[in-house]
T-cell receptor, first 113, second 110 residues
Framework: EAQVTQNPRYLITVTGKKLTVTCSQN?????MSWYRQDPGLGLRQIYY???????DKGDVPEGYKVSRKEKRNFPLILESPSPNQTSLYFC????????????FGPGTRLTVT | SQQGEEDPQALSIQEGENATMNCSYK?????LQWYRQNSGRGLVHLIL?????REKHSGRLRVTLDTSKKSSSLLITASRAADTASYFC??????????FGAGTILRVKS
C-alpha cells in the first residue's frame, strides 16, 4: 500500500530535550516536506527536499533541522525544543515538487512542556 | 505569510445542499490544489487545477480558477454528512514551496 508513515504519532517532551520525528514514504517520490499546523494558521511549511542531499527552507524553519540521506526518509529534528514548537506536524511527499499532488502522513502531535 | 486565504472560515449546511468555498492568493502560481482534512488527520488531495485551466470537475467537486482575480472556488454539490471536514487551498508561488491557506471548516448536518 502506498503510504507516508510518521513516528511517533504522539510525543510529550520537555524543553531542551532533543527529539527526532521520522518520516518514510514507499512511493519512490523525489519531493518530501514537513509542515506544522496550528489553530487558525493552516499548514506552514518548515522544510522541503527535492531529492537526496537537497533540502531547502520553507516559511518557518527556525528551530528545526532536516536531513535527506535516503530517498525514502526525511526526519525532522528538534535540537532544543521549546513550548512554541508544540504543534501538529505533518510529513508529505510527491513525485516531483510542491506543485504536485501531495501525499500526507497521519501526523505527529508534539507537546513541549 | 499566508498566500491562500479561504472564505468563509466556517460553513454549516444541510445534507443535500451545495457548499461553496473560496480561496484568494497574492502572487502568480503554476497550480492550485484543494485538500480535505478530517478532524486532525492527514490531508487528502482532492483536485489540482493548473494556471492555464479555468474549470475542473471530479465527481461532486467543481473547481474554478480566475488568475486575473487571483481566486479559486471549490463547489461540493449534493453534500453529505461525510463531507464534514476542513478544506484547504494550496498554491506554489515560490518554486517548490507549497503554501496553504487557513482553511474553511464545513459542517454538513443530516
Amino acid at each position: 500500500e502506498a503510504q507516508v508513515t510518521q513516528n511517533p504519532r504522539y510525543l510529550i517532551t520537555v524543553t531542551g530535550k532533543k527529539l527526532t520525528v521520522t518520516c518514510s514514504q514507499n512511493m519512490n517520490h523525489e519531493y518530501m516536506s514537513w509542515y506544522r499546523q496550528d489553530p487558525g494558521l493552516g499548514l506552514r511549511q518548515i522544510y522541503y527536499s527535492m531529492n537526496v542531499e537537497v533540502t531547502d527552507k520553507g516559511d518557518v524553519p527556525e528551530g528545526y533541522k532536516v536531513s535527506r540521506k535516503e530517498k525514502r526518509n526525511f526526519p525532522l529534528i528538534l535540537e532544543s525544543p521549546s513550548p512554541n514548537q508544540t504543534s501538529l506536524y505533518f510529513c508529505a511527499s510527491s513525485w516531483s515538487g510542491g506543485g504536485d499532488e501531495q501525499y500526507f502522513g497521519p501526523g505527529t502531535r508534539l507537546t513541549v512542556t | 505569510s499566508q498566500q491562500g486565504e479561504e472564505d468563509p472560515q466556517a460553513l454549516s449546511i444541510q445534507e443535500g445542499e451545495n457548499a461553496t468555498m473560496n480561496c484568494s492568493y497574492k502572487t502568480s502560481i503554476n497550480n492550485l490544489q484543494w485538500y480535505r482534512q478530517n478532524s486532525g488527520r492527514g490531508l487528502v488531495h482532492l483536485i489540482l487545477i493548473r494556471s492555464n485551466e479555468r474549470e475542473k470537475h471530479s465527481g461532486r467537486l467543481r473547481v474554478t480558477l480566475d488568475t486575473s482575480k487571483k481566486s479559486s472556488s471549490l463547489l461540493i454539490t449534493a453534500s453529505r454528512a461525510a463531507d464534514t471536514a476542513s478544506y484547504f487551498c494550496a498554491t506554489d508561488p515560490y518554486g517548490n514551496k507549497l503554501v496553504f491557506g487557513a482553511g474553511t471548516i464545513l459542517r454538513v448536518k443530516s
